[in-house]
């Protein structure tokens, strides 16, 4: 690859974040190297793994990428690592190598499982998942528990629940090391948005709280910026399409595929988000899925400052209009349901 062509793709993944005072940060995706970190991607032979992968070994923030699979990992690393870039590329295939593709990791990103197909429910997906995201926690406790934890294994809004519970029962949990990925829902809101209001993407920060999953998702476009004064009726649509953004793709693949490009996006700005916290970087603020007091829920997506642990402060919703209060209320017994059948699943099984 030429370094023209990796300046451009880094150039493109520019976006926006809010510090707590409320001034728009232009980060651009990291362009400088750092200390050494390792980066664990499981499940990345799939659709989302495959271009996470790319994504990461285009940080030169990671100086090891470690990629696990159940199969077809080796094929690739071979493939990523010939990219000139700094990090050096490992590969691993099957259960008896996860403790060495874990074994000193800082971030373990975690897209494994099956993606949503026409039809599928998040229930159907649950029953898939749930056991692949407990396997797979219950080694990162053993092998790399001090890891930052990014969970992206539909559904969400259980399996982070899920991966406390394992990390509980083994001693290791540490809500500031626990994110569930919700960064998709922040993409899809900004770009929506901008679309709209006619204003360049690049510049507009949307915060998105809840959940992950359809009603759960609830932007905040009351808070957007730029502001832009768009009519009720906009603001409702642009909120169910921010809700159904992931039905759209899945739609509109015809049963071939799910959203694996954007997730992987949005997987890689959350992870460079992270590194940068970890590194010191200050006012680094995503939305994401976390352990919460915000809310009477125990599991709440706003926005989150990243930092060397990890969370650094939950930060609260701030003003809502009465369109957002009404989606909130709307959304909490849903979610509520979802984080507990994800602790009971963790209990029994």
Same mark, same amino acid.
């Given at each position: 690859?030429?370094?023209? #062509?990796?300046?451009?793709?880094?150039?493109? =993944? *520019?976006?926006?974040?809010?510090?707590?005072?409320?001034?728009?940060?232009?980060?651009?995706?990291?362009?400088?190297?750092?200390?050494?970190?390792?980066?664990?991607?499981?499940?990345?032979?799939?659709?989302?793994?495959?271009?996470?992968?790319?994504?990461?070994? =285009?940080?030169?923030?990671?100086?090891?990428?470690?990629?696990?699979?159940?199969?077809?990992?080796?094929?690739?690393? %071979?493939?990523?690592?010939?990219?000139? $870039?700094?990090?050096?590329?490992?590969?691993?295939?099957?259960?008896?190598?996860?403790? !060495?593709?874990?074994?000193?990791?800082?971030?373990?990103?975690?897209? %494994?499982? +099956?993606?949503?197909?026409?039809? #599928?429910?998040?229930?159907?997906?649950?029953?898939?998942?749930?056991?692949?995201?407990?396997? =797979?926690? $219950?080694?990162?406790? *053993?092998?790399?528990?001090?890891?930052?934890?990014? #969970?992206?294994?539909?559904?969400?809004?259980?399996?982070?629940?899920?991966?406390? /519970?394992?990390?509980?029962?083994?001693?290791?949990?540490? /809500?500031?090391?626990?994110?569930?990925?919700? &960064?998709?829902?922040?993409?899809?809101?900004?770009?929506?948005?901008?679309?709209?209001? @006619?204003?360049?993407?690049?510049?507009?920060? +949307?915060?998105?709280?809840?959940?992950?999953?359809?009603?759960?998702?609830?932007?905040?476009?009351?808070?957007?910026?730029? *502001? %832009?004064?768009?009519?009720?009726? /906009?603001?409702? %649509?642009? &909120?169910?399409?921010?809700?159904?953004?992931?039905?759209?793709?899945?739609?509109?693949?015809?049963?071939?595929?799910?959203?694996?490009?954007? #997730?992987?996006?949005?997987?890689?700005?959350?992870?460079?988000?992270?590194?940068?916290? =970890?590194?010191?970087?200050?006012?680094?603020?995503?939305?994401?899925?976390?352990?919460?007091?915000?809310? /009477?829920?125990?599991?709440?997506?706003?926005?989150?400052?990243?930092?060397?642990?990890?969370?650094?402060?939950?930060?609260?919703?701030?003003?809502?209009?009465?369109?957002? @209060?009404?989606?909130?209320?709307?959304?909490?017994? !849903?979610?509520?349901?979802?984080?507990? @059948?994800?602790? *009971?699943?963790?209990?029994?099984?």
């Amino acid at each position: 690859m030429k370094v023209s #062509m990796l300046r451009s793709v880094q150039s493109a =993944l *520019k976006r926006t974040s809010s510090s707590t005072g409320g001034h728009i940060l232009r980060r651009d995706f990291s362009s400088e190297s750092g200390p050494n970190r390792k980066v664990a991607v499981l499940g990345a032979a799939g659709g989302i793994g495959q271009p996470l992968a790319l994504l990461m070994k =285009l940080n030169p923030l990671v100086s090891h990428l470690s990629l696990y699979d159940i199969a077809g990992t080796p094929g690739v690393a %071979a493939d990523v690592s010939h990219i000139n $870039t700094r990090s050096e590329v490992k590969g691993y295939a099957g259960e008896e190598n996860l403790a !060495e593709a874990l074994d000193g990791a800082d971030i373990v990103i975690i897209p %494994a499982g +099956v993606p949503r197909k026409p039809g #599928m429910t998040r229930d159907d997906l649950f029953n898939i998942n749930a056991g692949i995201v407990k396997s =797979l926690c $219950t080694a990162i406790a *053993k092998y790399c528990p001090h890891a930052l934890v990014n #969970m992206i294994s539909n559904p969400v809004n259980s399996t982070v629940p899920i991966a406390a /519970e394992v990390f509980k029962k083994a001693g290791t949990y540490d /809500e500031k090391r626990l994110f569930g990925v919700t &960064t998709l829902d922040v993409v899809r809101a900004k770009t929506f948005y901008a679309g709209k209001a @006619k204003v360049p993407v690049a510049g507009v920060n +949307v915060p998105v709280v809840g959940g992950h999953a359809g009603v759960t998702i609830l932007p905040l476009f009351s808070q957007a910026t730029p *502001k %832009a004064n768009l009519p009720h009726e /906009e603001i409702i %649509a642009l &909120t169910k399409r921010t809700q159904d953004g992931g039905t759209e793709v899945v739609e509109a693949k015809a049963g071939k595929g799910s959203a694996t490009l954007s #997730m992987a996006y949005a997987g890689a700005i959350f992870a460079d988000a992270c590194l940068k916290g =970890l590194n010191g970087v200050p006012d680094v603020v995503e939305c994401s899925y976390v352990q919460s007091t915000i809310t /009477e829920l125990p599991f709440f997506a706003s926005k989150v400052r990243l930092g060397k642990n990890g969370v650094e402060e939950v930060l609260g919703l701030g003003a809502l209009s009465d369109f957002e @209060k009404e989606g909130l209320e709307k959304l909490k017994p !849903e979610l509520q349901s979802s984080i507990e @059948k994800g602790i *009971k699943f963790a209990s029994q099984s």
